[in-house]
């Protein structure tokens, strides 16, 4: 992800008397408790998998909250098949596991939340094939379960293409977030279509208020909101399949439908009646900061398109579905596109082959795995098997919903590409764009730069 920020809306939905004590492990609820979870699941693998004595190392991204949130789930692994799971985090993930990979040193499992660089130890040979079965098992029990198991295949260092990577836990980005109060005092609704967003921007103009909010700064990587609103309006004015030739750069950064995508975004953002302090401010206030005019009074903005991260840093004691709330971004009614979503999240990969290593990624498809991370905080999931009345709020359920009703997922695109592109020149450029240079201008500088590492 562009910026590892950790989500303080969702609070744990448990209490310490929910905690069931087996083996010397806490289990945060009891196996059979609670009919929001789907206990068979959990049974039936436990039944087919004995696993004593064995060890299972996986290493990944997540520390403190996070860390604790993934070992809640593995500690069910553990009881269910008898295994000893170490699993090691670090904010260096992506540095170490490469050399630990090189060096033959690698954890049974490892947790990548940048699908690129799986993709590149696939290549090396790395990585381990989890076979076709488990590909259409991922396209079948997913929504959008193609976009999923697209996500997971790379080239493997024979150069054939294998399915490699298991999703697990999703974020999403296509947001937009308001107040609920604001709208219903003004008598705003919320918008369906692309084109109902385009006309309520407009109709907020003409009430005499001010549509959007939106802040580009993030210090060393200043850009990155406003590349994440290019992607969002790429899946929403082409088909998935030019947004993957643009990720790869089949199809160069100047082309006309990656131009259109970028002027799409300036729509909102260059129009000094749409955004809040003009576009002169948009480059300079920090996206921390930049939904602060929805909670002023008179508002200082309306609506602010970001993922789902950013109540962080609403007002202390914001509650959201009251105080705000939010709504999937809309796709064109004119277009035949269905309902794309933009998001991000970790695949699981097996990096040093074991038993252990196959039947947790088998653990992964059991909707008992997604459904108690999805009852404590900052766990979204397409796995349609899962009972979205699992999840621990409203506003987690409200995300779940929007990503089992898209008909397209597609990872943020800048965390695909090259870094120096996707983590540079894209995020740099975006800043030039709003500051006045033209798309075609700004378009063809990324190109160049692209062009000069191959």
Known sequence: MKI????????LAFSSSTLFAQGGDELVFAPGEDDRFNWQSFEAFSSEHDLSGQQLTIFGPWLSEDEELFESIVA?????????????GSDSFEQQIVIDAQAGSAPNVAVFPQPGLAANLASQGHLASLGSETADW??????????????GTYTGEDGTDAFYAFPYKADVKSLVWYVPENFEDAGYEVPETMEDL???????????????????GSGGATGWPATDWVEDMMLRTQPPEVYDQWVTNEIPFEDERVVG???EFGWFAKNPDFVAGGPEAVASTDFRDSPSGLFSFPPGCYMHRQASFIPS?????SELGIDADFFYLPPYGERDLGNPVLGAGTVFAITSDSEAARIFIEFLKTPIAHELWMAQSGFLTPHT???PEAYANEPLKKQGEILTEATTFRFDASDLMPGSIGAGAFWTGMVDYVGGKPAEEVASDIQREWESIK
């Open 4 to 11: 590892r920020i950790v989500a303080g809306v969702c609070v």
């Open 76 to 88: 069910y692994f553990e009881e269910a098949t008898g295994a000893s799971v170490d699993y090691t």
């Open 138 to 151: 991922v396209a079948e029990n997913y929504a959008a379960g193609d976009s999923w198991a697209a996500l």
């Open 198 to 216: 385009k006309a309520l921007t407009e109709q907020i103009v003409a009430d005499g208020g001010t549509p959007w909010c939106i802040g580009l």
């Open 261 to 263: 995508a970028i002027e």
């Open 313 to 317: 840093f609403f007002p202390e004691g």
């Open 385 to 387: 098997g899962a009972n």
